[in-house]
């Protein structure tokens, strides 16, 4: 038995995240896979807010994606997913909440907006446009040359973008996103860090996304109409 364990969701982006991190840190752990609508008795007892990923080591219990992978960084020290400076460090944690803060908010409402005009859906796009572009212009093109978001090495930033990225394609099938000309090093970043050994096994087809978005609204309309 390793000294790691995870809880995790195959589908969880969240769970993607660290998931990621661990190969890429060559960690071995125990994989405890979770049916998020059938949770065992003690799932509260194991994650306090109810949800994945989850990880116990040395003892301890470490919830939220973001908080659990910079443990992993702090203990599992190679190969190193901060960047060298206390700024870029800092600069670091600002990307990393930029993507809960601005970025997830954008393109959820792109997707699950209970207002489905076309003024809204428009609206919606160009919210997730304008995020896009801040994110290239004072991301990638201020925080290093090279293919990943700091450079030439990844950090925990690109892993934490990764599994949002690689759903763009339910926006594209399911709320008329196209990818503007104007971010092209945006996508090549994508298909840099989407080649890495750490992140390809983590990777699902498109059918696969779009399947399990239909079963999400399936369960959210009948929640509603019970409600």
């Known amino acids: 038995m390793s000294s790691v364990e995870l809880y995790s969701y195959d589908a969880c982006p969240f769970a993607q995240r660290t998931r990621i991190v661990l190969a890429e840190k060559g960690v071995e752990y125990d994989l405890h896979e979770?049916?998020?609508?059938?949770?065992?008795?003690?799932?509260?007892?194991?994650?306090?807010?109810?949800?994945?990923?989850?990880l116990r080591h040395a003892?301890?219990?470490?919830?939220?994606?973001?908080?659990?992978?910079?443990?992993?960084?702090?203990?599992?020290?190679?190969?190193?997913?901060?960047?060298?400076?206390?700024?870029?460090?800092?600069?670091?944690?600002?990307?990393?909440?930029?993507?809960?803060?601005?970025?997830?908010?954008?393109?959820?409402?792109?997707?699950?907006d209970t207002d489905t005009s076309a003024g809204a859906r428009r609206k919606n796009l160009d919210e997730v446009y304008s995020v896009l572009r801040f994110m290239q212009n004072e991301g990638l093109a201020r925080c290093g040359d090279g293919p990943y978001w700091f450079g030439t090495r990844p950090t925990l930033v690109d892993f934490h973008y990764l599994p949002f990225?690689?759903?763009?394609?339910?926006?594209?099938?399911?709320?008329?996103?196209k990818w503007p000309d104007d971010c092209s090093r945006l996508r090549d970043w994508h298909a840099a860090v989407r080649a890495r050994d750490s992140v390809?096994?983590?990777?699902?087809?498109?059918?696969?996304?779009i399947a399990q978005h239909h079963r999400l609204a399936e369960r959210?309309?009948?929640?509603r109409a019970a409600s």
């Open 34 to 54: 979770i049916d998020l609508q059938n949770k065992p008795d003690n799932w509260n007892e194991i994650s306090p807010y109810g949800k994945v990923p989850v």
């Open 59 to 112: 003892g301890g219990t470490v919830y939220e994606s973001a908080i659990i992978n910079e443990y992993l960084d702090e203990v599992f020290r190679d190969p190193p997913l901060m960047p060298d400076t206390a700024l870029e460090r800092a600069q670091a944690r600002i990307w990393i909440d930029y993507c809960d803060s601005r970025f997830l908010p954008a393109t959820h409402k792109l997707l699950w």
């Open 200 to 209: 390809r096994p983590t990777l699902k087809p498109l059918e696969v996304h």
């Open 165 to 177: 990225f690689e759903r763009f394609g339910v926006y594209e099938q399911l709320a008329g996103f």
């Open 220 to 223: 959210l309309a009948k929640r």
